[in-house]
T-cell receptor, first 112, second 112 residues
Framework: ELKVEQNPLFLSMQEGKNYTIYCNYS?????LYWYRQDPGKSLESLFV?????AVKQEGRLMASLDTKARLSTLHITAAVHDLSATYFCAGGSASNTGKLIFGQGTTLQVKP | DAGITQSPRHKVTETGTPVTLRCHQTENHRYMYWYRQDPGHGLRLIHYSYGVKDTDKGEVSDGYSVSRSKTEDFLLTLESATSSQTSVYFC???????????FGNGTRLTVT
C-alpha cells in the first residue's frame, strides 16, 4: 500500500530565502503530484511529474522527481509572502485505477 | 474551473443520523474521488470511482458508502454519522490519464 510522507510539516521562512519541501513515498509510484491549498479554500494543482528525473518550474516553485530514491522535492526560490499556503504531494499509478494518496501537507509561512 | 459542484457546502447533523453528500461534475470525467481533510492528516481517500457503478475503497472507508449511478454524480453516504466523521469533505474528478485532480470547494460537516 502506497504511503506518502512530507517534511517538514511546518515551515516558517523569511522573504527572499530558499527552501525545499521533501516528499517520500513507500512503493513504486508512476507519477507524483503537487498541490497548493490556501486557508479555507480548495486545492489547486501545481505540477504533475510523470517520469524519473522530471523537473517542472512555475515562477518561484520548482518540482523534481527521483523515482529510484522514491523522492520528490518542491524547491522555493526567493520566497515571497504570496507563497504562504499549505502544499501537498500525492502519489499514484496510472495502472491503479487512478487512486491517489496524499501526504500530510506542509504549511509554509513566509514572513516579511 | 473544472465543472465540479459539491452540495451541501455546510451541514450540521446529529450523531446516528444518515447523511448524504453529493458531488456533481459537468466534465464527463471518468474518475471521481471522495477525500476527507483533517488537521494533521492531510487528505485521506475514502472511496473512489473509475466508472459508472465501479467503485473501490480508499484508506478510510469504514462507516462510508458511495454510489455512482451516472457519470456526473458521485454520492457519499454516512450510514450513521459519528463525531469522528466531523471533517471537511472534498470531491475530486480526473480524466482517464489522471494528469491532475480537480477539486470541488468542499463540504464542512459537523456531527454533534
Amino acid at each position: 500500500e502506497l504511503k506518502v510522507e512530507q517534511n517538514p510539516l511546518f515551515l516558517s521562512m523569511q522573504e527572499g530565502k530558499n527552501y525545499t519541501i521533501y516528499c517520500n513515498y513507500s512503493t513504486t509510484s508512476d507519477r507524483l503530484y503537487w498541490y497548493r491549498q490556501d486557508p479555507g479554500k480548495s486545492l489547486e494543482s501545481l505540477f504533475v511529474l510523470l517520469s524519473n528525473g522530471a523537473v517542472k518550474q512555475e515562477g518561484r516553485l520548482m518540482a523534481s522527481l527521483d523515482t529510484k530514491a522514491r523522492l520528490s522535492t518542491l524547491h522555493i526560490t526567493a520566497a515571497v509572502h504570496d507563497l504562504s499556503a499549505t502544499y501537498f504531494c500525492a502519489g499514484g499509478s496510472a495502472s491503479n485505477t487512478g487512486k491517489l494518496i496524499f501526504g500530510q501537507g506542509t504549511t509554509l509561512q513566509v514572513k516579511p | 474551473d473544472a465543472g465540479i459542484t459539491q452540495s451541501p457546502r455546510h451541514k450540521v447533523t446529529e450523531t446516528g443520523t444518515p447523511v448524504t453528500l453529493r458531488c456533481h461534475q459537468t466534465e464527463n470525467h471518468r474518475y471521481m474521488y471522495w477525500y476527507r481533510q483533517d488537521p494533521g492528516h492531510g487528505l485521506r481517500l475514502i472511496h473512489y470511482s473509475y466508472g459508472v457503478k465501479d467503485t473501490d475503497k480508499g484508506e478510510v472507508s469504514d462507516g462510508y458508502s458511495v454510489s455512482r449511478s451516472k457519470t456526473e454524480d458521485f454520492l457519499l453516504t454516512l450510514e450513521s454519522a459519528t463525531s469522528s466523521q466531523t471533517s471537511v469533505y472534498f470531491c475530486a474528478i480526473s480524466g482517464t490519464e489522471v494528469l491532475s485532480l480537480h477539486f470541488g470547494n468542499g463540504t464542512r460537516l459537523t456531527v454533534t
